[in-house]
DNA sequence: GAATTCATGTAACTTGTTACATGATTTA
DNA sequence: TAAATCATGTAACAAGTTACATGAATTC
């Protein structure tokens, strides 16, 4: 469901081939919501099938054809109306397997657990770098041109990837002060 | 793959009904990780078929019949193997319709944003709350019992939840002043 | 008297993943 | 010369959701 209202936001602004729309995918919408290409593919040609696009094929030389998708007048209206409309409960799909791995740990030697929590980090110090580059370049859009809503709108969810980063790097420094406390008692 | 392991983890501690592993489910696993029933009488056929369980129906007077499901020394080591074998890239799976949808928001009038936020932050203030009382919960076991690892280790992720939580609403209430400095700007 | 809890599941469906198949061009 | 990129998809499978079906006991 998501899926396809995201797939119509997008072809909004113009027409794309599917592979566009997953390149598109990684460097964005991808920190928040994730698709394989076969999934792609088979979502343009549902979206097709139910009249909110269009597709057009073109010509390449050299280069297997491209499958250009438009939206259809229809397509807008469904995805304004999908956005206009908020469910009632909203937030993350909350499935997290470093969370699960952690509620059994209790199972595992400490010293390991300290290991993949220095891991996370990492991980996260990389992320957040990640999020910093992509609000710089936003920052900057903005600062151009005052009137641009897209961007403005856009670095609202890269602020979140920031205060996230962030707020999981000192939970896991938190745990590991924790556990090494634990380590040095059970000495 | 990941709720066959949590059904084989809870199982470790005592057998257990479908119904009685969703109930579980529902008041710990359920903040990281969720499932149907009907998903978990599925995976725990399919686990007693790979003979990680074993079940004995126990009957019961004026109530259905239990379907009791036993770990196997096979489904022990599954499990552990599992445990110890954390995979290359962690976190969280990263689905989040708030946050499409916010990508999308320049779309919609800023006022209806600004209410989207407000009600955003209610529903995480009420989540932190039931963080807060679960680990009250946890601390006092831990408090009578300092060799309790069990739940030492269970109350780092609630301890996540409230990093996360607080962090949720930090941006979120960043989110409405950058948005009501637009508005009176554009006034 | 209605709703919830206890307890089992099946069936149909949607969504998401992985592997396969094709084939030219560009880059390392 | 091997690989990655561009570009299309199909097929099989795994995971997740929703609806249906049954029926007693308890709680509001």
Redesign the interface.
Same mark, same amino acid.
Request: proline residues 2%; glycine residues 4%.
């Given at each position: 469901m &998501?899926l396809s209202?995201?797939l119509l936001?997008l072809l909004i602004d113009r027409p794309m081939t599917g592979y566009d729309l997953k390149t598109f995918f990684n460097s964005?919408?991808n920190?928040?919501?994730?698709a394989e290409l076969s999934q792609i593919y088979r979502e343009l040609s549902r979206l097709e099938k139910q009249g909110y696009l269009n597709s057009k094929v073109e010509q390449q030389e050299g280069r297997p054809n491209k499958k250009l998708y438009y939206i259809t007048e229809a397509g807008k209206k469904a995805f =304004?109306g999908w !956005? %206009?409309k908020?469910?009632e409960? !909203?937030?993350?799909?909350?499935?997290? %397997?470093?969370?699960?791995? =952690?509620?059994?740990?209790?199972? =595992?030697p400490d010293e *390991?657990l300290v290991f993949?929590f220095r891991?996370?980090i990492k *991980?996260?110090e990389n992320e957040l770098g990640i999020y910093r580059i992509i609000e710089e370049r936003l920052n900057s859009r903005i600062a151009k041109d005052i009137g641009c809503?897209?961007a403005?709108?856009?670095r609202? &969810?890269v602020?979140?990837g920031i205060?996230?980063a962030?707020? %999981?790097i000192?939970?896991a420094r %938190?745990?590991i002060e924790?556990i090494t406390r !634990?380590i040095s008692r059970n000495k």
């Open positions: &998501t209202f995201i936001g964005s919408i920190f928040f919501w994730s =304004l !956005l %206009e908020f469910p409960r !909203l937030g993350s799909e909350s499935k997290n %397997e470093f969370l699960v791995r =952690l509620f059994f740990s209790s199972r =595992l *390991d993949h891991k996370y *991980d996260m809503r897209e403005f709108h856009q609202l &969810t602020r979140r205060h996230y962030q707020s %999981e000192s939970w %938190e745990c924790e !634990l």
